[in-house]
């Protein structure tokens, strides 16, 4: 039986190239200059115990001057791609050098980084050429979320890693300069899978929720070793930016689990918090992805020690995104993807009210991810969504530009890419100034 997430556009490409020179339909905005830049997995030995667990592979489209210059894609050459190194060195020490690099790109005090949450971030070049392990100057000791997050008025990389030994969870924080100047476990009871979190102004959130190591998956192999289990607590952890040894608070919330957050901002005594959240994960194996994610909110009564709990919409959806400028604050517009079998589409919700437009791709034409892309200097104001769309009619893949002025109108820009791009998780559009 054919294996889903190696068949039809999740199956890996085996070779890099590079193209120059792109055929575009529609306008480029000249004011976006910079790379484009999404990870995902792509098992080079063309075989993956899970759609996770494939080799990172960086696709990369440059734009200037209202041309699109470049494309190009390349694995991210981690020990464990070029030397088939484990998790687990000689020694039975954990060797957080070794892993996929395959989940997220993002850039920090110059460097560009890929990510997956087992293990060190690799450093890249925007030619996507790879530079090696980044561990802070020797100062990270944990594995790093594929999620950080970069404050906007601090300029401060805020992530957190998580261990299947104790201490199962460690709050990081690095300065703009990229200089790792905290850490602190947090205490939980139980090797709980934290993909992300939120951070506000003031505050930083964890989600300690009932997907946990299960050792008898992991001893089975073929997936990934963890499971749902209904004897675990939902709940979030508080902790204030000016208290970062301090004490963390738990609010408990109704069981599910999140995957992936919109945002959180402050209000006078309360914390809001925007999210996709599935009713649960992983029931029967982790290769069941069946519930699917809605967007809710949570809203934190830090003096009354609880969540309201509201769902503003039903339509099934992930990959929420922000304009990243606004992380941490009021930020009123988010996106996600609304992707099925055959086709796919982007929203744009307003996160006060949850009400959604659409932008549709139509038949056979499926959207990734959407990062935004600003188009003036202003934070929050109008802008650009880019995603790479796979074409099934064609079997090859294009990069959309989408103006967030009205979602709902033709592309802007349609770029032809010179091959398929294999269905991913995350990526930046990082510019240049």
């Known amino acids: 039986m054919a294996i889903p997430y190696l068949t039809g556009n999740y199956a890996p490409v085996l070779e890099e190239v590079t193209e120059f020179e792109l055929s575009t339909t529609g306008t480029i ?13 792509n098992p080079h030995a063309a075989n993956s115990r899970h759609w996770f667990a494939g080799d990172g ?47 997220h790109v993002i850039r920090h005090a110059g460097r560009t980084l890929a990510l997956v949450e ?23 000791t944990t594995a790093m979320t594929a999620h950080p997050k970069t404050c906007p008025t601090t300029g401060e990389l805020h992530f957190f890693g998580y261990d299947f030994r104790e201490p199962y969870l460690t709050y990081h924080r690095a300065d703009a300069a990229g200089n790792l100047e905290i850490s602190r476990p947090i205490d939980v009871p139980a090797a709980t899978m934290h993909h992300d979190f939120v951070l506000s102004a003031e505050h930083v959130v964890f989600m300690d929720l009932p997907v946990l190591f299960d050792l008898p998956s992991a001893m089975a192999g073929g997936g990934l070793p963890f499971r749902w289990n209904d004897d675990y607590q939902a709940r979030l952890g508080v902790l204030r930016r000016d208290d970062p040894h301090g004490a963390v608070r738990w609010f408990d919330i109704d069981p599910c689990y999140v995957f992936h957050t919109f ?10 918090v925007h999210v996709m959240r599935h009713p649960s994960m992983w029931r029967k194996d982790s290769q069941d992805f069946d519930e699917t994610a809605t967007l809710w909110r949570w809203t934190i009564d830090l003096n009354a020690g609880t969540v309201r709990e509201e769902q503003l919409d039903d339509r099934a959806a992930e990959f929420p995104r922000i304009d990243d400028r606004l992380a941490g604050l009021d930020a009123r517009f988010g996106h996600a993807t609304a992707a099925h079998d055959d086709t796919g589409a982007l929203l744009r919700y307003d996160l006060h009210t949850g009400v959604g437009v659409a932008h549709d791709f139509g038949p056979g ?20 969504l880019m995603t790479y769309v796979y074409d099934a ?5 294009d990069l959309v530009i989408l103006s967030t002025e009205d979602l709902t109108a033709a592309p802007m820009a349609t770029i032809h890419l010179p091959r398929r791009v294999p ?10 100034h």
């Open 57 to 103: 592979m960086v696709h990369g489209v440059r734009i200037e001057g209202g041309r699109a210059v470049s494309y190009r894609n390349r694995w991210v050459r981690t020990t464990t791609f070029t030397d088939g190194a484990g998790g687990i060195d000689a020694q039975g020490n954990r060797d957080y050098t070794a892993g996929v690099a395959n989940t």
């Open 423 to 432: 269905f991913g998780f995350h990526g930046n559009w990082l510019p240049d």
């Open 29 to 41: 905005p000249g004011e976006l200059s910079g790379w484009y830049l999404r990870n995902g997995p």
């Open 365 to 384: 034409r499926r959207p990734d991810e959407a990062c935004f892309a600003p188009a003036d200097e202003t934070p929050g104001g109008e802008g650009y």
């Open 118 to 140: 087992s293990s060190f971030p690799y450093e890249i070049t925007c030619e996507l050429d790879t530079l090696g392990p980044h561990d802070f100057d020797g100062k990270l």
């Open 263 to 272: 945002n959180a901002y402050d209000e006078p005594g309360r914390l809001i």
């Open 393 to 397: 009619a064609e079997n090859r893949s």
